[in-house]
Protein backbone atom coordinates (compact mmCIF):
# COMPACT_ATOMS: atom_id res chain seq x y z
CA UNK A 1 0.00 0.00 0.00
CA UNK A 2 1.53 3.04 -1.16
CA UNK A 3 1.38 6.21 1.45
CA UNK A 4 0.89 10.01 0.48
CA UNK A 5 2.79 13.29 1.39
CA UNK A 6 1.61 15.48 4.01
CA UNK A 7 2.14 17.90 1.81
CA UNK A 8 0.82 17.58 -1.60
CA UNK A 9 -0.97 14.39 -1.50
CA UNK A 10 0.65 12.64 -3.80
CA UNK A 11 2.10 8.99 -3.59
CA UNK A 12 5.66 8.64 -1.94
CA UNK A 13 7.01 5.49 -2.22
CA UNK A 14 7.19 3.08 0.89
CA UNK A 15 11.27 3.21 0.99
CA UNK A 16 11.34 7.29 0.11
CA UNK A 17 12.09 9.33 2.85
CA UNK A 18 11.02 12.20 1.34
CA UNK A 19 8.15 13.23 -1.21
CA UNK A 20 9.00 12.90 -4.89
CA UNK A 21 6.73 15.54 -5.72
CA UNK A 22 7.55 18.42 -3.22
CA UNK A 23 10.91 17.61 -1.19
CA UNK A 24 8.59 17.35 1.80
CA UNK A 25 9.90 14.95 4.69
CA UNK A 26 7.65 12.00 4.94
CA UNK A 27 5.99 12.25 7.87
CA UNK A 28 5.88 15.95 8.80
CA UNK A 29 3.90 18.24 10.25
CA UNK A 30 1.39 15.75 10.38
CA UNK A 31 -1.18 16.13 13.07
CA UNK A 32 -2.32 13.16 15.35
CA UNK A 33 -6.04 13.02 14.46
CA UNK A 34 -4.61 12.52 10.69
CA UNK A 35 -2.62 9.45 11.14
CA UNK A 36 -4.23 6.46 10.80
CA UNK A 37 -4.32 5.04 14.72
CA UNK A 38 -5.73 8.54 15.90
CA UNK A 39 -8.29 8.42 13.25
CA UNK A 40 -9.36 4.71 14.22
CA UNK A 41 -9.54 5.75 18.30
CA UNK A 42 -11.31 8.76 17.30
CA UNK A 43 -13.42 6.42 14.80
CA UNK A 44 -14.29 3.48 17.29
CA UNK A 45 -14.11 5.03 20.81
CA UNK A 46 -14.04 8.76 20.82
CA UNK A 47 -16.22 10.32 18.32
CA UNK A 48 -17.36 7.90 15.90
CA UNK A 49 -19.28 8.32 12.70
CA UNK A 50 -18.47 12.21 13.13
CA UNK A 51 -15.25 11.27 13.06
CA UNK A 52 -15.61 10.58 9.10
CA UNK A 53 -15.10 13.81 7.72
CA UNK A 54 -11.64 14.20 9.48
CA UNK A 55 -10.61 10.60 8.02
CA UNK A 56 -11.57 12.00 5.18
CA UNK A 57 -9.47 15.36 5.33
CA UNK A 58 -6.49 13.49 6.22
CA UNK A 59 -3.51 14.08 3.75
CA UNK A 60 -1.52 10.76 4.92
CA UNK A 61 -3.81 7.96 4.88
CA UNK A 62 -4.64 6.31 1.78
CA UNK A 63 -7.77 6.42 -0.57
CA UNK A 64 -8.47 2.51 0.23
CA UNK A 65 -7.66 2.80 3.60
CA UNK A 66 -10.03 5.90 4.03
CA UNK A 67 -12.88 3.36 2.22
CA UNK A 68 -12.54 0.59 4.61
CA UNK A 69 -12.74 2.62 7.51
CA UNK A 70 -15.31 4.21 6.72
CA UNK A 71 -17.12 1.43 5.85
CA UNK A 72 -16.06 -0.14 8.93
CA UNK A 73 -17.25 2.54 11.05
CA UNK A 74 -20.52 2.54 9.42
CA UNK A 75 -20.80 -1.13 10.05
CA UNK A 76 -20.00 -0.80 13.67
CA UNK A 77 -22.50 2.42 14.34
CA UNK A 78 -25.40 0.22 13.38
CA UNK A 79 -24.66 -2.90 14.62
CA UNK A 80 -24.35 -0.85 17.78
CA UNK A 81 -27.64 0.58 16.72
CA UNK A 82 -29.03 -2.08 16.26
CA UNK A 83 -27.98 -3.61 19.85
CA UNK A 84 -29.56 -0.76 21.52
CA UNK A 85 -32.81 -1.25 19.39
CA UNK A 86 -32.49 -4.36 20.89
CA UNK A 87 -31.95 -4.10 24.20
CA UNK A 88 -35.19 -1.20 24.28
CA UNK A 89 -37.45 -3.68 23.03
CA UNK A 90 -36.41 -6.30 25.36
CA UNK A 91 -37.49 -3.76 28.32
CA UNK A 92 -40.39 -2.99 26.47
CA UNK A 93 -41.02 -6.64 26.23
CA UNK A 94 -40.05 -6.90 30.03
CA UNK A 95 -42.77 -3.98 31.34
CA UNK A 96 -45.31 -4.96 29.32
CA UNK A 97 -44.89 -8.96 29.91
CA UNK A 98 -45.43 -7.52 33.79
CA UNK A 99 -48.04 -5.22 33.14
CA UNK A 100 -49.89 -8.00 31.94
CA UNK A 101 -48.93 -10.91 34.52
CA UNK A 102 -50.21 -7.80 37.38
CA UNK A 103 -53.68 -7.21 35.38
CA UNK A 104 -54.47 -11.13 35.19
CA UNK A 105 -53.90 -11.43 39.41
ZN1 LIG B 1 4.79 16.04 -1.48
Redesign the pocket.
Known amino acids: MNEV ?6 D ?1 GHNDAY ?6 KKGQGVRWYHKTWGIIILLFLVLGPLAIPLLWRSPVIPRERKLLLTMLCLAFTSLLGWMLIQTYLGIINEITGSMNHYRKL
Open positions: CALCGKICRHCGA
